[in-house]
């Protein structure tokens, strides 16, 4: 990797943390050039739109973490594929949500086109979700609809149970979740 390459990764991965710890709008350009070992106009040299243009390279890298991390597996049925990525979503969504927990919280006072990447992304967990999904209901709108059930239950269920901590409270199991939202999707889990 070259110099120039490793600096800017450098910048973007030290901007991240910085966001992830104080905040978007309470962040400087002067704290991550110091934070990344450059000056200010290092910065500016390799990121030219300075903070929004970080920004975006941020959302970008960690909506990349989330790509890579979003293996859906292979299942002979929707109930299996349910009950599996059940299992893989406990396993991956806590370091997911760690990259996305302080964008969600900003997101109303981000930039408007800072608020299309991350939309865009959650569309595109989406539409890959459904396409998944649509290999075991043959209605297209059916499995549209059954996406954002998942989806969005999914990441309830990881919001309530794991950042609210009620898990230590209350016993389900996110397999056995999956289970139930297998039923409850006709998909006839036990």
Known sequence: MSSAHSLQDRIVEEAG???REQG?????IKQIAKASGCTTAALYYYLEDGKQHILREVIRRSARVADSSMRFPQADTLAEFLVELSAVLAERFPQIAARFNWIMLQFPTL????????QDQVLSIHDALRER??????????ADRLA????CSFFGYHQIFTKMEVGRRVDLDPVDYGRFLAQI????AS
């Open 17 to 19: 943390e910085l966001f």
């Open 24 to 28: 978007y709008a309470a962040t400087s």
């Open 111 to 118: 930039p408007d086109e800072e608020k299309r990447i991350l």
């Open 133 to 142: 999904i649509g290999q075991y209901v043959a209605n297209g709108a059916a």
């Open 148 to 151: 954002w059930m998942v989806y």
């Open 185 to 188: 999707a006709g998909g006839g």
